[in-house]
T-cell receptor
Framework: GEDVEQSLFLSVREGDSSVINCTYTDSSSTYLYWYKQEPGAGLQLLTYIFSNMDMKQDQRLTVLLNKKDKHLSLRIADTQTGDSAIYFC??????????FGRGTQLTVWP | DVKVTQSSRYLVKRTGEKVFLECVQDMDHENMFWYRQDPGLGLRLIYFSYDVKMKEKGDIPEGYSVSREKKERFSLILESASTNQTSMYLCASNKAAGRTYNEQFFGPGTRLTVL
């Protein structure tokens, strides 16, 4: 449960949708999280999903969870330049510790 | 408004110096964490603490130690700073929980440069 994988870079045009993918290894993960890090700042929670859900929607954000494949994705609709940041997925297994992926740098071109 | 604060945003130290990074949270959280962040490597856990005076090694504890004398404060210590410890250091906290929802709250980070 300590190997969370995500691609390092994603570039999209403003107004397009962005999809950031993540795979995790521990099927006992109960919650999965997406964090956003803007330049020079700490991480902020963007959204999360409980493991018994397949999908969660929150305004422009859609999280999809495929437990069978241990695959998590974050879709950002109508991506804006302000969405440019690093996005981390994380899984929670035990005792409050989170295991983070390496982060995906999203660049939005005007 | 919940808050995790770190003592410095930027710090420049010389090789061999002893360095203290301080983190304070005002949420009465039991758990506190120290990470370092390097480009392409993501967040790597250095140490964490589940309670006052308790600590556990994370994935990369070598060259670091920690101190948790009070519940709200978690200090990271570099006994003898080296250039390969130049990095962004992030502190986080959350409440004690089993397998329930347990968001970690992060501080703004300390960018440490060791010359």
């Amino acid at each position: 449960g300590e190997d969370v994988e995500q691609s390092l870079f994603l570039s999209v045009r403003e107004g397009d949708s962005s999809v950031i993918n993540c795979t995790y290894t521990d099927s006992s993960s109960t919650y999965l999280y997406w964090y956003k890090q803007e330049p020079g700042a700490g991480l902020q929670l963007l959204t999360y999903i409980f493991s018994n859900m397949d999908m969660k929607q929150d305004q422009r954000l859609t999280v999809l969870l495929n437990k069978k494949d241990k695959h998590l994705s974050l879709r950002i609709a109508d991506t804006q330049t302000g969405d440019s940041a690093i996005y981390f997925c994380a899984e929670s297994i035990r005792l409050g510790r989170l295991y983070f992926g390496r982060g995906t740098q999203l660049t939005v071109w005007p | 408004d919940v808050k995790v604060t770190q003592s410095s945003r930027y710090l420049v130290k010389r090789t061999g110096e002893k360095v203290f990074l301080e983190c304070v949270q005002d949420m009465d959280h039991e758990n506190m964490f120290w990470y370092r962040q390097d480009p392409g490597l993501g967040l790597r856990l250095i140490y964490f603490s589940y309670d006052v005076k308790m600590k556990e090694k994370g994935d990369i504890p070598e060259g670091y130690s920690v101190s948790r004398e009070k519940k709200e404060r978690f200090s990271l210590i570099l006994e003898s700073a080296s250039t390969n410890q130049t990095s962004m250091y992030l502190c986080a906290s959350n409440k004690a929980a089993g397998r329930t929802y347990n968001e970690q709250f992060f501080g703004p980070g300390t960018r440490l440069t060791v010359l």
